[in-house]
């Protein structure tokens, strides 16, 4: 047992070693809030975006129109 567990903790700190800095990812939400959204929903429809990272810019992935989508945030805290 004392080999294999041995084998598991070298199998584990190669995989921490090869895992990336933090520093080069892109945050999972972008600064500012969703907009509000009015529109009552009869049907769902299809999402665009399931996380902040998949839209470009400042887009951010927020319930808008019976979806998720990247809209354009509004000021203030996420």
Not at 34 to 62: F, S, T, V
Not at 65 to 74: D, H
Request: hydrophobic share 35%; aromatic share 6%; net charge positive.
């Amino acid at each position: 047992m004392q080999r294999g567990s041995l084998f598991l903790l070298v199998g584990i700190l190669a995989l921490w070693a090869a895992l990336q800095p933090a520093s080069g990812q892109v945050p999972l939400e972008k600064p500012g809030r969703c907009p509000p959204d009015y529109i009552r929903c009869i049907q769902a429809e299809p999402n665009e975006c399931l996380h902040d990272r998949q839209c470009r810019g400042r887009l951010k992935c927020c319930y808008n129109a019976c979806a998720y989508r990247c809209v354009e945030p509004v000021p203030g805290q996420a």
